[in-house]
């Protein structure tokens, strides 16, 4: 439920009676029942669920209240209430006023004998929700179409089993409309009515179900096949029990199984409500002699397995329950229509001060468990901006009442771990902060982070993280750099319009590696200039001359201009998709620092100003006046763009048609000349 609020605003969670089934409402749209058929009630509701603030009773404006609903029926994105009156054969509006109480409004006739259970649905898929009305007095089903004013048309009757008990929605033949299952108390039957569009409904199908006197009906998909199956609760000697017959997904039910929930079960909600993912039970109970009127909530432990029940004291003769957020805390309340006494006992599910909580997830950097980032939801990790051999893991930084955290991480890779010693991570760390490393691969995921006060996943849990995030993995060539091709150490970067002296080097034996994303399976160089060559690496790291096992084969590269292209490749042998072409010219000269001399073989320094520079600058050498010399501009690609014989100190135009970007200047004649970078700018 948490989830539907935060991403859809105005949204508003409806349950209906002893539903699992989950309907998501705004003012002018209602959302599809989705793929599956499913959704589920208040999934990553936050609450510990056997804690519940006293009941608040209210008086309704009908007689022998037996049913009630949640939904935003006058589009003012409050939840409001529907309760039908099984003494006056009414349905009635219980506006809510944004303050946590309620406002009666009209009462509408149903034209059916005692109405009980009820639920709503946009059954004519105009926007506004629609109620329909299990009628145990006239053996039928009432569908109320609803309108804007939060007002009701006049019933229409379909025919089911004898004494309709409950009633669930879902979509059983997965058509995107919502479906009705009725259970039929004297029959022993659940009634399957499918939609046919605009309020109309097919003749029913009915199909026997496990045990006597069924009085209760939930739409879940229980089996995990995205089919929505429907789950009875029988209160008959011998057989206090809820049955599951499992959805074919064409409209159909099959054989299912039957599990214990307690004495004299009625009504039964589902809803998570202590935020760890898995479905929990409330069921109303009838009580005996001696024991009051209750509902009972059961935590659900996975596989169809539930834990004791707590129970909390509601009105006399509670008839049904329901399941949404009344008061905005995002945590699933309780709603109960008590016959008898004629009132709703509304239940507030506690605060969750004390409970462990996850308060932001990190990616990490499993090489040296340096932070990356956060990752949120919607977050896109590309690939590109890491290396080949690149690392990663998810961490949990939680609350200090957290002392366990589960991942579950699912799509084109997926993970299950439960973490009980800090830092939490995604594939563990041991000792604590060695991360395990995980190399994702492309594609859409999803992650869910769960907070434990206990070890190994025990104990009360807190707020459930759900996130979704995308990892992008395309071949990219992220920069150049000379490698000492005797022991694989970093000479220098290598960018372009470089000059590359030998004589200020380490090492004359060189290679020149390829830096490129992970998504990166092999790179193909293509070096023109003084010398040529062509070489397409598979293997990390990429290199111009080749390498085994990280032994490189050296390359002292003759003097002059080069230009190099390095093309990444998704797969090996330069085979997949293609990257993008990374091109770059360098020069490469060999002169010791003393040959750095004016023309008549003095020590001279050579200053440009300003650099950078626009369409001029003005060129000054040191030391006497000793005539013209030649100045040369080379470009990024070696195009001479400029050369003429100037004074030692004079002012030199370009002009504006020369393109902005890194230049070289060179100034003197033969061996005895100086270089120097420019950089023209806009």
Partial sequence: MRQSLLRMGAALVRVHRLSFFLTVHWRHSITRYGQTGLLVIGLWGSG??????????????????????????????????AVTNSGSNTVTLLLNNGQGSFSQTISHPVDGLAPGALVSGDFNQDGWLDVAVANRGSNNVSVLLGNRQGAFTKAINLAVGERPQAIAV?????????????????????????????????????????????????????????????????????SENVSVLFGNGQGGLGKGKFFNVGYRPGSIAVADFNGDSLLDLAVTHGGNFSDPYYVGVLLGKGQGEFGPITSFEVGASPQQVAVGDLDGDHRSDLVVANNES??????????????????????????????????????????????????????????????????VLSGPQSHTQVESV????????????????????????????????????????????????????????????????????????????????????????????????????????????????????SVVPFTLFGNTDHSFRGWTPPLGRYSLSVTPFSQAAAGGS??????????????????????????????VHPNPFKDSFTLEQAGPADGARSVVLYDGVGRKVYEQRVESQQLIQLGAGLAPGIYLLEVGEGPRFQRQKLLKIP
């Fill in 170 to 238: 879902g979509d059983f033949n997965a058509d995107q409309l919502g479906d009705l299952a009725v259970v039929n108390y004297t029959s022993n039957t659940v009634s399957v009515l499918l939609n046919q569009g605009q309020g109309r409904f097919a003749p029913a199908v009915c199909y026997q179900v496990y045990g006597r006197n069924p009085n209760s009906v939930a739409v879940a998909d229980f089996n995990g096949d995205t089919r929505p199956d429907v789950a009875v609760s029988t209160n008959g000697y011998s």
């Fill in 578 to 607: 293609q990257g993008a072409l990374l091109t770059i010219s360098f020069t490469v000269i060999d002169q010791p620092a003393g040959s750095r001399l004016g023309v008549e073989g003095q020590q001279r320094g050579l200053q």
């Fill in 422 to 537: 800090p830092p939490y991570a995604l594939l563990g760390d041991f000792p604590p902060g060695t991360f395990k490393g995980w190399k994702p691969i492309a594609g859409s995921y999803r992650l869910q982070v769960t907070p434990y006060a206990g070890l190994n996943a025990s104990g009360p849990a807190g707020q459930s993280l759900l996130l979704h995030f995308t990892v992008i993995n395309s071949p990219a060539i992220l920069g150049l750099q000379l490698l000492n091709a005797d022991n694989g150490n970093i000479v220098e970067p290598l960018t372009d319009g470089q000059v590359v002296n030998l004589d200020a080097l380490p090492t004359r034996v060189l290679t020149i590696q390829a830096q490129a994303s992970a998504g990166t399976r092999s790179v193909r160089f293509n070096l023109d200039g003084v010398q040529h060559r062509t070489q397409t690496e």
């Fill in 48 to 81: 510990w669920g056997q804690c519940f603030l006293p009941a608040l009773n209210l008086n309704t404006a009908g007689h022998r209240p037996a049913g009630v609903v949640i939904g935003d029926f006058n589009g003012d994105r409050r939840p409001d209430l």
């Fill in 342 to 407: 004629n009132t709703l006992s509304l239940l507030y599910n506690c605060p969750t001060s004390s409970l462990p909580s996850v308060v932001d997830v990190s990616l990490i950097d499993a090489g040296d468990g340096q932070l990356i980032g956060p990752l949120t939801d919607g977050a896109q990790i590309d690939l590109r901006s890491f290396s080949a051999s690149a690392t990663f893991s998810i961490q949990a930084n939680t609350s200090a009442t957290t002392v366990s955290v589960k991942f």
